[in-house]
């Protein structure tokens, strides 16, 4: 694939944002989904920022273990974040986060049902978002667990505010560490 502009990415992020949007305000205008809550309190942040580094640090230590993933997140954050610039990273963090757990874990599970089953329909639809091309298939894998995670964090909480502070912060560690050349790259393992 071809290197992306960073005008290419910023519209690619931005119009990704709105059409998941779209969807699922449309979602829940054309049918009966109760949105899970969105509870600004104290613990829900704590607990958004915990999940959120714990998520990170795992993708760490996969990342050092799993070869196929680390190729799949090399080339994921090499072709989103190299043509970036530092200020554009705020965005990567907060439309991503907000629109997907919108769609996914505010609108999609309860749908589904908060259960097991609405968790993977959930949570495959959320990792497949993720696939750019089918030699990522490890990063989808690795999309989808997360997805799951953060729906058991919806559901265990009872607030949409845990997974979308967790995801922004995700977004935003992992887009800072390698934008500033913190994170590593199979390249230089």
């Known amino acids: 694939m071809e290197p992306l502009t960073r005008i290419q990415v910023l519209i690619a992020m931005g ?8 969807v ?8 009966s989904v109760n949105l899970l809550p969105v509870k600004l309190t104290t613990e829900a942040i704590l607990q958004g920022v915990g999940l959120g580094l714990g998520v990170t640090i795992a993708s760490s230590i996969i990342y050092r273990f799993w070869a196929a993933y680390r190729i799949s997140a090399d080339y994921y954050l090499e072709l989103v974040l190299k043509p970036l610039l530092i200020p554009d990273l705020v965005w990567l963090g907060l439309l991503p986060g907000l629109s997907e757990e919108l769609l996914f874990r ?3 599970l309860p749908e589904f049902g908060l259960t097991l089953e609405g968790v993977l329909i959930s949570s495959v639809c959320f990792g497949v978002l993720h696939l750019s091309n089918f030699k990522q298939w490890a990063y989808v894998v690795w999309a989808t667990c997360i997805g799951a995670l953060f729906a058991y964090s919806a559901i265990w909480t009872g607030n949409l505010l845990v997974p979308i502070v967790a995801h922004v912060l995700t977004n935003l560690i992992a887009a800072f560490m390698w934008k500033l050349g913190d994170y590593p790259r199979a390249s230089n393992s």
């Open 15 to 22: 119009v990704t944002a709105v059409v998941l949007l779209l």
């Open 24 to 31: 699922a305000k449309l979602w829940m205008h054309l049918g």
């Open 106 to 108: 505010g609108v999609m």
